[in-house]
């Protein structure tokens, strides 16, 4: 086993691979219709020790350069049905990832953005939301599990 150090936080592999997650912990209320808007993630969900997440600013600068998995997440509340809803994920500013949904009926949209992608040691990723329902009444959905960053380096 040659090549294998100490990498610090308990990981003992010689390619060390941060990964983290920040996620909102309130309703964030009454989206401008058509105006996309930063999604408020207060909370690090889980401290893989590399203390890439950074809350505060609402997002996660990995530290390391390399590929990684990132999955973000927004559930929209109060939706219109039959109207869309987008996410987008920006590494320093500039959208790199877009999904959108489309609400069936009233009530809750999950809409979920993931891909592979090639982040730099200072890029920051962050999470924007864009309610297209005419109205300003959609709000998005606190929690852990309903609204969120991870990546992880998978490479």
């Known amino acids: ?88 994920l920006f590494f320093n500013g500039v959208y790199v990832l877009t999904s959108y949904g489309h609400a069936a009926d009233a009530g809750y949209l999950s809409v979920i953005v993931t891909g592979l992608l090639k982040i730099t040691e200072v890029q920051s990723v962050t999470l924007k939301a864009t309610s297209y329902a005419g109205v300003d009444t959609v709000d998005l959905q606190g929690g852990s599990d309903q609204t969120f960053i991870a990546l992880s380096r998978i490479r």
């Open 1 to 88: 086993m040659a090549n294998i150090q100490s990498a610090g936080a308990g990981d003992i592999t010689a390619n060390h691979k941060p990964g983290g997650c920040i996620y909102s912990g309130a309703v964030q209320s009454s989206l401008v219709d058509s105006e996309e808007t930063l999604v408020v993630l207060g909370y690090a969900s889980t401290d893989f020790g590399d203390d890439i997440e950074d809350p505060d600013n609402n997002k996660i600068t990995p530290g390391v350069e390399g590929i990684y998995a990132v999955i973000g997440r927004v559930t929209f509340m109060n939706c219109i049905a039959g109207k869309a809803y987008r996410v987008r």
